[in-house]
């Protein structure tokens, strides 16, 4: 069979317009992706930031080909995801939420049986087998079946079986969700290292915050399907969310909004946002807390106090944050990411990865 060949000239990943419609029940119809068009430059390090059900697993599995979009475009690799399918799945490693590991077999044959099914002769498999089983640090859990590892080990094997092939671009579907904190670091350093030694471009999916802002080079932050913000951590969180400042004073809670609502605005904050509540009931000094969002809390925050004090404002407590990127989606959805992910936390599996 003729294959088209690849285009060369596009990015490793262009995306035009990538939709994705499920039915739902009682003939409802759920747009898990909306017009997704975006172009991933090769080595990069991209991930997809989003509350469950944005719409992350579906636009990977869309652009590995498990998937066929409903309309749209991409190219993944240089080829048509639609048209040339086995093109793209011959230069690309895909690794899943669940466990693609078999229980009962062995780790190595687990390896093995991956090696044959991307075409890698016996030897090139038992070189790859060896180099990642090295690699990953599987070599005391090789030999046994897969049902007797932790969380941990065999996150370690799904990556394994994603590296098989030696991809080009590596998809991790949440790669580290379930897994304690500790194995979480350790995933990540492995795959830091992982992309260093291949040269590979990595595009993830993660709810977890600290994960996209300190790995990713580009977070897309998804939400009910579309992407509404792509940039770097550190440009989302300077121009999307500003600095935090906290003040407690006595007296007019709308004096106090107001005072703090000017200092943010003058500050050049894109969204000031003031947040005024009374403060802890059970403090005897009592007062209202407002919360705003500023440019430079350092210069504005001293400023302010003055300001409040000037008008006969007792300031009782004070306090700046820098943005995180929980902020950064708190300003552009009005929900929190962190109290979604919480209260959709799956069950932790135990064990550490080395
Ligand atoms: N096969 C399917 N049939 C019907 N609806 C689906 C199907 N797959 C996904 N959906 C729906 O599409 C939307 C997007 O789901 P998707 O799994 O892509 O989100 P996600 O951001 O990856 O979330 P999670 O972190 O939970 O995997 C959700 O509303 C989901 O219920």
């Given at each position: 069979m003729a294959h088209n060949l690849p285009d060369m000239t596009s990015p490793i990943i262009r995306t035009e317009g990538l939709h994705k419609q499920f039915a739902g029940k009682n003939g409802t119809t759920i747009t898990a992706v909306k017009d997704l068009t975006m172009d991933v430059e090769e080595g990069s390090l991209t991930a997809f930031l989003g509350p469950n059900g944005a719409g992350k697993s579906t636009s990977l599995r869309m652009l590995t080909t498990l998937l066929a979009p409903t309309s749209g475009n991409a190219t993944v690799c240089g080829f048509d995801i639609t048209r040339d399918p086995a093109?793209?799945?011959?230069?690309?490693?895909?690794?899943?939420?669940?466990?693609?590991?078999?229980?009962?077999?062995?780790?190595?044959?687990?390896?093995?049986?991956?090696?044959?099914?991307?075409?890698?002769t016996s030897r090139q498999t038992r070189e790859r087998v060896t180099e990642l089983v090295d690699v990953l640090g599987l070599g005391e859990v090789v030999d046994q079946p897969t049902m007797k590892l932790s969380g941990g080990q065999r996150r370690r094997v799904d990556i394994a079986l994603g590296l098989i092939p030696g991809p080009r671009l590596l998809f991790l579907d949440e790669p580290s969700t379930g897994l304690d904190p500790q194995s979480r670091a350790h995933l990540w350093e492995l795959v830091l290292r992982l992309r260093e030694r291949y040269g590979m471009t990595l595009l993830l999916t993660t709810h977890y915050l600290d994960e996209a802002d300190n790995f990713a080079e580009r977070v897309l932050v998804v939400d009910h399907g579309e992407v509404i913000a792509d940039d770097t951590a550190t440009g989302l969180k300077a121009n999307l969310a500003g600095d935090r400042i906290t003040v407690t004073a006595t007296g007019s809670p709308d004096d106090i909004t107001a005072i703090a609502s000017r200092a943010a605005t003058a500050s050049g904050a894109p969204d000031p946002d003031p947040r005024t509540a009374p403060a802890d009931p059970t403090d005897p000094a009592g007062g209202t807390e407002v919360t705003v969002r500023v440019n430079?809390?350092?210069?504005?925050?001293?400023?302010?106090?003055r300001d409040l004090e000037a008008r006969g404002h007792t300031v009782l407590r004070a306090d700046s944050a820098r943005p995180t990127l929980d902020d950064v989606f708190l300003s552009l959805t009005g929900r929190s990411l962190r109290e979604e992910a919480e209260t959709t936390t799956e069950p932790a599996l135990t064990g550490a990865a080395r």
């Open positions: 093109q793209v799945r011959a230069r690309i490693g895909y690794i899943g939420q669940k466990n693609g590991a078999g229980l009962y077999q062995r780790v190595r044959d687990e390896l093995d049986i991956q090696g044959s099914l991307y075409g890698l430079g809390a350092d210069r504005i925050l001293p400023a302010l106090l």
